[in-house]
């Protein structure tokens, strides 16, 4: 299954694009919330009986956006925009697996239990009106019909078929009664 991290890392390795809508994060045909764990551990959790803490999509997404600043630069801005920032312990690392420097990470809870994305709606297309391919209609003379001809009997012919269902009938009448 997908997860926020790896598909993070795919996009910004390929620069694909990453879609904000709102308070959704898409890639491709999943979305998660901005605000669901990925699977990197925070510096420092998870030990000593600490509990585990793990960055935010928002906040590596932010990382990433911010990518050319200094840390200390970044961590300013953060505050000032109350957005979630890496640590500084963290930054080399995760930012080399982010790039695809690197394919793992130390801090990658590989055990995890995360939220399952959703899947994206797109709008069907209507192909009502299409341009593949229809079978084109015409007279015989070259003028275009928008529908098929449809094939009409004469008098004749209706009457000659009209007596071989007849025929066919007063026969099987004659093998029923035997």
């Not at 990453?18 to 959704?24: A, H, L, Q, S, V």
């Not at 300013?76 to 925009?81: D, F, I, L």
């Amino acid at each position: 299954m997908a997860d926020p991290l790896s598909l993070l890392r795919e996009y910004n390795v390929n620069n694909k694009e990453i879609i904000t809508d709102g308070d959704n994060v898409i890639f491709g045909d999943f979305s998660w919330p901005k605000t669901v764990m990925t699977n990197y551990l925070v510096y420092g959790s998870g030990k000593n009986g600490r509990p585990d803490f793990y960055y935010t999509l928002e906040c590596l997404l932010y990382l990433l956006k911010n990518v050319n600043l200094s840390h200390p630069a970044y961590m300013r801005k953060a505050v000032a925009e109350h957005m979630p920032a890496v640590r500084r312990p963290d930054r080399k690392e995760l930012l080399a697996y982010l790039n695809g420097e690197t394919s793992t990470a130390a801090a990658i809870d590989k055990y995890g239990s995360f939220e399952a994305p959703t899947q994206v709606k797109r709008e069907v297309e209507d192909t009502s009106n299409s341009t593949a391919k229809k079978p084109r209609y015409d007279d015989g003379d070259g003028h275009k019909i928008e529908e098929p001809p449809v094939p009409s009997l004469d008098a004749q012919e209706e009457s000659s078929l009209i007596s071989s269902i007849d025929h066919v009938d007063a026969w099987i009448r004659e093998v029923d009664v035997e």
